[in-house]
Nanobody, 122 residues
Framework: QVHLVESGGGVVQAGGSLRLSCAISGSTFLVYTMGWFRQAPGKEREYVAAMHWGVGNTYYAGSVKGRFTISRDNAENTVYLQMNSLKFEDTAIYYC???????????????WGQGTQVTVSS
């Protein structure tokens, strides 16, 4: 089993920055891809970013590319989402997730965190 806990959410002014963290514990050998997803009120959850856990290649949704960066610490027990140039439209609950395959399809992710709220004011 893989356990994920997000932190770092909060309220930030448009144009500002925020860094989310996701602590990973449990059976980490099961993780092939780490992803970040978000869900705004009344909307479907959407893909934000992903990282191939083995080689570190990163992937981004077009709406955040150039503004957000997914990364991990050297111990590989924490994944981050650095969010710069935040827009009001980025307001959502952000979730980290783990998949046992290489994928960006959210339905393929088996393990999910509880989510952390990000609110961008304008």
């Amino acid at each position: 089993q893989v356990h994920l806990v997000e932190s770092g959410g909060g309220v930030v002014q448009a144009g500002g920055s925020l860094r989310l963290s996701c602590a990973i514990s449990g059976s980490t050998f099961l993780v092939y891809t780490m992803g970040w997803f978000r869900q705004a009120p009344g909307k479907e959850r959407e893909y934000v970013a992903a990282m191939h856990w083995g080689v570190g290649n990163t992937y981004y949704a077009g709406s955040v590319k150039g503004r957000f960066t997914i990364s991990r610490d050297n111990a590989e027990n924490t994944v981050y989402l650095q969010m710069n140039s935040l827009k009001f439209e980025d307001t959502a609950i952000y979730y980290c997730a783990a998949a046992s395959t290489f994928t960006i399809a959210q339905k393929s992710y088996e393990y999910w965190g509880q989510g952390t709220q990000v609110t961008v004011s304008s």
